[in-house]
């Protein structure tokens, strides 16, 4: 049995919440998406993914290749235009008591916490999907609608699952605005309840300077 805590908020600085998320407990399924593009319709196409992403799984396709169909689909829904094109970074997961199968690609990221401690899941060694970032600049965007589809570079994970583990798929702004203590503290405190860790998380985040959307949905197996 899974307990389920999520929550999304603008930040202290933006007017427009360009993050969303979706879960289908029935099946299995979560999703955090995280747009980008601003005036140029980051929100909607951050929930276009979405929509997308829910439907490719929910069709039976791994998380990879939700991820790729997703970007592909948005590459010819929304023509990218401009210096500045609207896009989003993505993590999809399909979950069980008998593990867990995510894959992302982008900023968006998955903590892992076994009641004790915390990290950042790492991809499966080799588990790099599509291309390689490439580019003549230190930083490559990795977006879906933005980056062609033969160059994303998706990653993946399985994991198992115990009781008391739990796994919070987020984006990069509930990571940059949560200290390590903080996410130690509301992740591995066995007397919260997801949302309540969530909501906690949160209060931190906006406490401190909250520029970016903050979104997080947290998966714990009870």
Known sequence: MFEIGHISHPGRKR??????????????????????????AGDIAASFVRDQLRKGLQQGDSPS????????AL??????????????????ARYSEDGLHLAW???????FS?????????????AATAG?????????????GVTPTE???IFEARMAFRRGQSIMLCTDGMLE???????????CDARLGAQEAVEILLMHALRGEANNNLTALLLRLA
């Open 15 to 40: 007017l427009l919440n360009e993050d969303t998320y979706d879960l289908d407990s029935a099946s299995g399924l979560a999703v955090v998406v995280d747009g980008m593009g601003g005036p140029d």
């Open 177 to 187: 605005a949560c200290s390590g203590p903080e996410l130690e503290a509301s992740l």
């Open 105 to 111: 690609v982008g900023t968006c990221r998955a903590i």
């Open 132 to 144: 390689k970032a490439t580019g003549t600049g230190a930083n490559v965007i990795q977006a879906l």
């Open 65 to 72: 290749e939700a991820l790729r169909n997703a970007g592909q």
């Open 114 to 126: 076994d009641g004790r401690h915390f990290r950042t899941v790492a991809a499966d060694a080799g």
């Open 75 to 92: 590459r010819i829904q929304r023509p990218q235009q401009g210096s500045q094109p609207s896009g989003a970074s993505a993590i999809a």
């Open 151 to 153: 160059k994303l570079c």
